[in-house]
């Protein structure tokens, strides 16, 4: 390693970089390589998650918990990854998944895949900025293919066949595949019920996962309504509870706590007594609120003193506490109810309503969970994850989250592109030809930005068992000459090529955000000629 | 050339090697748990080196779940096979065994296909195949004698003893397929085996156990107070009974002279007995308190002739006012909106040499106690472990009513209904239910082996009786023969079905993995 230092005008050696043996630099074309090279590494790891057949990783936590997933988003953050470069990719896939979802492992290979073309071209000795140029100009042209070969899918509330068809796409890579219809269904009735249509917006907030292990795929559903993972805090409480007017109350039902600091000091019998009695009447005060305001059950999200506890089961007020602070506000939009802070405010207009709110039981061991349906607020929706073990009910809720997203995209916005890699092939096809009428340095790099989307039908086809470069190469040949761009890789085997004929979308949104990140991080990658690491200190 | 990712310590086994490593994991704790199988399965002694467990560290065990909970593994696939097992014992209560031994010897099947260089997903696809064909079969297979209460009884005392009949109390299943048939029948369709109490005694022979009707609590009858009682009506509460503190937050006693002090003492202790006043009015001659009663109360409740029994723990009282009837009381100021409970007899009674107090003639009978005895603490801990499988199964068979056959007569009608459905599948999928097809043959093959018999000889008899048409044929494997298994080895199809699917989702799950990536360990400080 060259060591950094500069001359005074006496010869001397002055250093610039301070305590220099304990750090570790690298510059030039060497640090750029030593990138690419470690986000090649990195795209290989998820690039055989991708597609209908890919694969699962597992991943072992530092505690050793298993997590098993076909996810690229949880993949790349459960990796524990130390390189800088490593880590930017998780970063890409993690903005994928906040912004768009679905397409995590898609964009770690594309991103991929352009580093290594960046490779072959700087092997040439062209420099990182012409190349990071061309391949701008060549995302540029392929955002606008995209948007030319995107297609209209017409959807209504009544008419979600399309919806279910690109949910299916998204859920085709994930093991619920299982269950594949149902799965699907499951995601778009759950946008569909809680989605703003109007805004053309849908607030995730109001979709909850619960998972139980036990049973098996088949047996999750849609519950309209709130699942709340407690019980009712008294045993001989009943268990269901029909036209539920419910209070939702954040203050426990205890003795008055004033926050400030405060001492309260008894000296004399008379207070003792005053003391007591208050106490008592505090008590009784709350339940007879809650009895006067109308309400039938209490919802808490704290807890009970057990003499309150016995007062309510007393007044037959049956009451679920400890309610946690999401579940609460979710059950306040369901059943219409205002979330009430102090005992005073109670008031018959405040309450929610819910058709039914029962107690619910699983298994052997005693474990229940309270189910609230027919809410006065159909919003809110709760999708109730069964498995047969742990790590899959896991999976099925990231799986599900990611047709949800897909959904919730096409409703912002219904154009879709076909999958099976037919996107990228038909806009591989359009940079390359749109290469040739560049004059400059850049035509070189716009070709490679077109083989890098290669990449992606490849890793395709060798993930379903298929020979690559035949695939890829026939693909490519009958797009061109019928002129169909919706022609892709033949995953499943079914001897069809017109996505379009075997159903399989993605929404231009989800892709265009692939190409437009990837194309930006491989640029700032690019642009990197120096790195500087602190050592750790080698106590 | 390759970069340096992951922090020092990480490692990362990918495509065949993490394959390879996955399978044998998995084998490795179906191999560890095989042997336990069936009627004829072995124990297993394990002895924690940190001393928990038993009195020493000392557990002798013949389930599944138990086993493969007690022993730390590291292998990723071995952790799901543990976790499947663990969902089926709370999910079923038992099959644990069978689960994880289902799932292992199918990926045994699937690794040879991997060798052939099979795709996974193919193999998958037609696991998944097979699974339904299997589950169709199962379903088809399964009976239910709900309607006719002589032979549904029967079914339930015969699914309590295979049940059982796998476990420590073997040699006297009949009795304790009685008890246990007994006490979930109490529960009335309800799963919460809470109600179900199991005491457990050392001494005595394990012949000696036996059903109560009432309720026994694990406690003693405060000193001078009645021992028997006629007509007992119950209060259960949860309050103390020590010193009725004030609970408004920050409140502190604050006096200037001992004179002070000693009249606040006098108001506390005057507050005490307002409160056992209240209680006395109420017309209760039992009270039992989830907290400690001090000597005061405890004197003035000996002195109103009611019964008080102190420190009863949480489930204690919750069943307690279960079997009475009555409610759990916190607060005594409205006396008609306490509800009471009742009982005929409140009596002291000794097992082995501790006092205990039961509940006789309880208005609600849906609660029972089994009282266990036996010579050593750990055939304790395990016969409480074998009843508590069986009534979780029985429980459950009383919400799911219909039953398959056992012996491995079920696995052997899957295994056949798999193979004539690959013969209707073309391509490579057919291969790999032919494979699945052979894992569920190793099950009989298991329990012929591990009762010391010809396992070839028995399994090919089996599935030759099963092509003439024979659906109940099973392995009895005291005579070492094919028989009609009808009523003799009776399962819970739940229990069946949930081994299919559990074993076949995480057999799936693992084949499924290319690539597993081990985050460094934490650093533990010492």
Known sequence: MSAVYTTDEYGRPFIIVREQDKKARTTGIEATKAHIMAAKTVANIVRTSLGPRGLDKILISPDGDITISNDGATIMSQMAIENQIGRLLVELSKSQDDEIGDGTTGIVVLAGALLEEAEELLDRGIHPIRISDGFEQACKLAVAHLDKVSDVIPWSKDNTSDLFKCAKTSLGSKIVNKCHDQFAQIAVDAILAVADLERKDVDFELIKMEGKVGGELADTELVRGVIIDKDFSHPQMPKEVKDAKIAILTCPFEPPKPKTKHKLDITSVKEFEELQKFERDAFEGMVRRVKECGANIVACQWGFDDEANSLLLQHKLPAIRWVGGPEVELLAIATNGRIVPRFEDLSSEKLGYAGTIREVTYGTTNESMIVVEDCANSKAVTVFVRGGNKMIVDEAKRSLHDAMCVVRNLIVDNRVVYGGAAAEISCSIAVDKAADQVSSIEQYAMRSFARALDAIPMALAENSGLPPIETLSFVKSQQIKQGITSLGVDCMDTGIHDMKEQFVFDPLISKRQQFLLATQLVKMILKIDDVIVHRADEE | ?526
């Open chain 2, 1 to 526: 050339m390759s970069a340096q990712l992951f922090n020092e310590g990480a490692t990362q086994e990918r495509a065949e090697n993490a394959r390879l490593s996955n399978i044998i994991g998995a084998i490795a704790v179906g191999d560890l748990v095989k042997s336990t199988l069936g009627p004829k399965g072995m124990d297993k002694i394990l002895q924690s080196t940190s001393g928990r467990g038993g009195d020493d560290g000392l557990v002798v065990t013949n389930d599944g779940a138990t086993i493969l909970k007690s022993i730390p593994l590291d292998n990723a696939a071995a952790k799901v096979l543990v976790n499947i097992s663990k969902v089926q014992d709370d999910e079923v209560g038992d099959g644990t065994t069978s689960v994880c031994v289902l799932a292992a010897e199918i990926l045994r099947q699937a690794e040879q296909l991997l060798d052939q260089r099979i795709h996974p997903q193919t193999i998958i696809d037609g696991f998944r195949l097979a699974t339904a064909s299997a589950r169709a079969a199962l379903e088809q297979a399964a009976v239910s004698h709900v309607d006719d209460e002589k032979q549904w009884r029967e079914d339930l005392l015969s699914i309590a003893r295979t049940t059982l009949s796998s476990k420590v109390l073997a040699a006297d299943k009949h009795q304790f397929a009685e008890m246990c048939v007994d006490a979930v029948l109490r529960l009335k369709g309800s799963t919460n085996l809470d109600r179900i109490q199991i005491i457990k005694k050392a001494g005595g022979k394990v012949s000696d156990s036996y059903l109560s009707d009432g309720f026994i609590l694990n406690k003693k009858i405060g000193v001078n107070q009645p021992r028997v009682l006629k007509g007992a009506r119950v209060l259960v509460a949860n309050t103390p009974m020590d010193t009725d503190k004030v609970k408004v937050f920050g409140a502190k006693v604050k006096v200037s002279d001992p004179a002070q002090l000693a009249e606040i003492e006098r108001a506390e202790r005057e507050k005490m007995r307002a409160k056992v006043q209240k209680i006395a009015a109420l017309g209760i001659n039992v009270f039992v308190n989830r907290q400690l009663i001090y000597n005061w109360p405890e004197q003035l409740f000996a002195d109103a002739g009611i019964m008080a029994i102190e420190h009863a723990d949480f489930d204690g009282i919750e069943r307690l006012a279960l079997v009475t009837g009555g409610e759990i009381a916190s607060s005594f100021d409205a006396p008609d909106l306490i509800k009471l409970g009742a009982c005929d007899t409140v009596e002291e009674v000794i097992i082995g040499e501790d006092r205990m107090v039961k509940f006789g003639g309880v208005a609600a009978g849906q609660a029972c106690t089994v009282v266990l005895r036996s010579g050593t603490n750990q055939m304790l801990d395990e016969a409480e472990r074998s009843i508590h499988d069986a009534l979780a199964v029985l429980s459950q068979v009383v919400g799911e009513p219909r039953i398959v056959y056992g012996g491995g007569c079920s696995e052997m009608l899957m295994s056949n209904a798999v193979d004539e459905a690959a013969k209707t599948v073309p391509g490579k999928r057919s291969i790999a239910m032919e494979a699945f097809a052979r894992a569920l043959r190793q099950m009989p093959t298991i329990l012929a082996d591990n009762a010391g018999l010809d396992s070839a000889d028995l399994v090919a008899k089996l599935r030759a009786a099963h092509y003439e048409g024979r659906q109940t044929a099973g392995l009895d494997l005291f005579a070492g023969d094919v028989v009609d298994v009808a009523g003799r080895v009776t399962e819970s199809f739940k229990l069946k079905r949930q081994v299919l699917l559990s074993a076949s989702e995480a057999a799936e799950m693992i084949l499924r993995v290319d690539d597993i990536i081990r985050c460094a360990p934490r650093q533990r400080r010492n």
